[in-house]
Nanobody, 116 residues
Framework: QVQLVESGGGLVQPGGSLRLSCAAS????????MGWYRQAPGKERELVAA??SGGRTEKGRFTISRDSAKDTVYLQINSLEPEDTAVYYC???????????????WGRGTQVTVSS
């Protein structure tokens, strides 16, 4: 099994920045894509950004980066807005063993609240 643990959430004022981290652990043979989703109250979970391998991708105020050596993915959010308030979930598609099939894993989520 693969476990994903998020950290870095909290209460931030509008205009501030936040960096979320997600570390994968457990029985890991390989990790394909890693990404971040978010779910605001009363809304469906939505994709924020994903990265297939090491490196980084910028999408406006969001920058996702991945350290494949550490099996860790980060999400930098700048110029936070109240509309960014949500639970942010880490997601990974991984294989636990060489012969195993690729499965999708989720972290438990970290709360981000943007408020003055």
């Amino acid at each position: 099994q693969v476990q994903l643990v998020e950290s870095g959430g909290g209460l931030v004022q509008p205009g501030g920045s936040l960096r979320l981290s997600c570390a994968a652990s457990g029985s890991i043979f390989s990790i394909n894509a890693m990404g971040w989703y978010r779910q605001a109250p009363g809304k469906e979970r939505e994709l924020v950004a994903a990265v297939p391998s090491g490196g980084r991708t910028e999408k406006g105020r969001f920058t996702i980066s991945r350290d494949s050596a550490k099996d860790t993915v980060y999400l930098q959010i700048n110029s936070l807005e109240p509309e960014d308030t949500a639970v942010y979930y880490c997601n990974a598609r991984a294989r636990a063993t060489r012969a195993g099939i690729e499965l999708e894993y989720w972290g438990r989520g970290t709360q981000v609240t943007v408020s003055s």
